[in-house]
Every structure is written in C-alpha cells, then in structure tokens.
C-alpha cells in the first residue's frame, strides 16, 4: 500500500465497509496522505470503493454480484484468498460467465489499459 499510494497511476479498491480510525477508512475519506510504518504516505492514487458487497463475500455471492454486470470485463482478476478456492472460483466463472479469469501471483503485478 505504502508503495502504490504515491503514483497517480495506481488505483486502490475498497470492498465493503471501513471502519472509523483505519487507514481504510482515512483513505475513502480523501485523505491527502496516510501514516504507515511510522512514515507519512502521500496520497495520489485513485481511490474507489465499491459497497454492493461485503469484502468476505461467498463465491454464490460473488458470482451473483458479477453476473449483473451489463458486459464482460476484458479480464477479470482475483487477487485474495487461498489457491484451492481461487482456483475453484476461477473455474466457476469461466464456465458460468465465459469471462477470462486470471489468478493472480503473490507480489504479481499487472498493468491495467487507461481508461477513456
């Protein structure tokens, strides 16, 4: 977090609810820096939450919440949780959705197109 913060080219998501006092919660609150580690953060990202679901949502949950979406993402990333169920819901959503899925690796970083 402390290393994506500073660039405007990074986004960082939100799911669910953040609580009063948590850097979560100072960041969807438009902050403008955020301490971590004992050191003040700059804050340029883009920060964007979505609160249609709860961050420990199941996979029947997640998949309902995907399926309402008007069109396909060009990909679709999944970026938390244990590799058996990643991997279960990976599977799950390609054959429900015909979506792309990519599960991502530990430290993995992807670039995402600019939107416009």
Known sequence: LAAALPSQKNTVLFVGYQAA???GRQLVDA???VRIHGRDIPVAA???RIDSM???A???EIMRWLSGFSRPPAMTY???GEPVPLETLRARI???LGWPVHVAQ???RVELPALG
Do not use: P
């Open 31 to 33: 902050t403008k820096q």
């Open 94 to 96: 390609q054959s429900e």
């Open 78 to 80: 999944l970026v938390h």
């Open 54 to 56: 709860s961050a420990h």
């Open 58 to 60: 199941d996979a029947g």
């Open 21 to 23: 006092g948590t850097r």
């Open 106 to 108: 530990y430290l993995e």
């Open 46 to 48: 883009r920060i964007e």
